[in-house]
């Protein structure tokens, strides 16, 4: 047996009831993130700690306060943003998972997903070095999107790709770590203020 199910074209495991695609493209997201998101975790503080004072003096035109904002953040805001970045992922498969792929927040996701590897891979060419992200950005998250996305076009279900769609796509993931990091923020200094 291949591991899917009878009457499976899209190479995804099994189709929900309503066909579509099955879990290995929808809940598979959750873990390409989980995949991409582990490497973040372990490298973010080390990589900022020993990269953001050189790089401060290598790209002058970078506004101080961005700089400011990358040293405050402490490894335990960036893993606290990373769970609550978890949360939005999670949330996105199961929509995907429900309706076959068919969610507008799925597909979002799955975009925005895919679209933010292209902004990792960019910000390693910029620093002309390794930034957090730029391993799994390659093997693991672009890869993944364009085989989804192959498994909802061969099923009927991918929406149509247009920039709008691409440009909300990434609006929503910056959108989801911006809000996640405000979330870890606000949760660590209530902690700190009530110890």
Known sequence: MNGHEPGDKTG????????????????????????????????VPGWTRSRVPELRGRLPQVPERLWQRLESIDGREFTTAVAGMGLVVAAAAAAGHRTGGRSR??????????????????????????????????????????????????????RPSRPRGAVQGLALAMAATAGTHAVARRLLSRRRSAS
């Open 12 to 43: 995804g495991g099994a189709v929900n009831g309503h066909g579509g695609v099955g879990a290995g493209v929808t809940l598979g997201l959750l873990a390409a993130w989980a995949v991409h998101d582990l490497e973040e975790v372990a490298t």
């Open 105 to 158: 927040f799925y597909q979002g996701a799955l975009n925005g997903f895919g679209l933010h590897a292209l902004v990792h891979l960019a910000q390693a060419a910029a620093v002309r070095g390794y930034t957090p992200g730029a391993v799994t950005s390659p093997l693991v998250v672009i890869p993944f999107t364009v085989w989804a996305r192959g498994r909802l076009r061969g099923a009927g279900v991918l």
